[in-house]
């Protein structure tokens, strides 16, 4: 079984402050996808890494896969209220998604 | 374009009874996932199709739970009897790009709400 672990579980800051979240396995994946959930509603994917130590940016937001493909991180820059919500990252490996707890996000005004 | 369309959004039983929940995926996508969501949890794959076949059901509760999807479209999750546990949202996503979304990820329904009580 391959598992996510995600840190940190819950974070709650003003709006304009940075903030980073992380996910990290022993298992390495080919490819890792971030997803943000809102009450309610079901994941909505943001990004898809492939390639070890790739960089995306959307946005505000930063994604950056490990060199080992092992683990990533999601920086946020001047975080805004828009931005709260339950973050997760999922692994593909073995043809299934494995899903981290995720990490709940909450900016306030 | 229509997304993952679920139904009940909400549903309350007693222990015991049965309960069934429904999904419509994307038209085009032919993987569809089931997914059952424990508060403050991520994600857990119950099942997987690939049309109409079952290509991955080892984390379904077999006793209890049964899935079908006739015509490689709708699918429909029974659990019968429901348990205290089985409490949680119940997500259904699809996608294409071969069945593995890797590149493409995965589009959620909003998910249906159970309690058990």
């Known amino acids: 079984t391959q598992l996510l672990e995600q840190s940190p579980q819950f974070l709650s800051i003003q709006e304009g402050e940075n903030l980073t979240v992380y996910c990290n396995s022993s298992s390495v994946f080919s490819s890792l996808q971030w997803y943000r959930q809102e009450p309610g509603e079901g994941p909505v994917l943001l990004v898809t890494v492939v390639t070890g130590g790739e960089v995306k940016k959307l946005k505000r937001l930063t994604f950056q896969f490990g060199d080992a493909r092992k683990d990533s991180s999601l920086h946020i820059t001047a975080a805004q209220p828009g931005d709260t919500g339950l973050y997760l990252c999922a692994g593909w490996g073995y043809s299934t998604l494995t899903f981290g707890k995720g990490t709940m996000l909450l900016v306030s005004p | 374009e229509a997304g993952v369309v679920q139904s009940p959004r909400y549903k309350i039983i007693e222990k015991k009874q049965p309960v069934a929940f429904w999904c419509n995926p994307i038209?085009?996508?032919?993987?569809l996932y089931w997914y059952r969501q424990n508060l403050g949890q991520g994600p857990e794959l119950l099942i997987r199709?690939?049309?109409?076949?079952?290509?991955?059901d080892s984390q379904l509760p077999k006793d209890r739970f049964s899935a079908e999807r006739l015509k490689g479209v709708d699918s429909t999750l029974k659990i019968q009897p429901a348990e205290l546990g089985d409490s949680a949202v119940y997500l259904c996503?699809?996608?294409?790009?071969?069945?593995?979304?890797?590149?493409?990820?995965?589009?959620f329904g909003s998910g249906t709400r159970l309690t058990v009580v």
């Open positions: 996503a699809s996608s294409s790009s071969g069945g593995r979304g890797e590149n493409y990820g995965y589009t």
């Open positions: 199709y690939e049309n109409e076949e079952a290509v991955d």
């Open positions: 038209s085009g996508h032919n993987t």
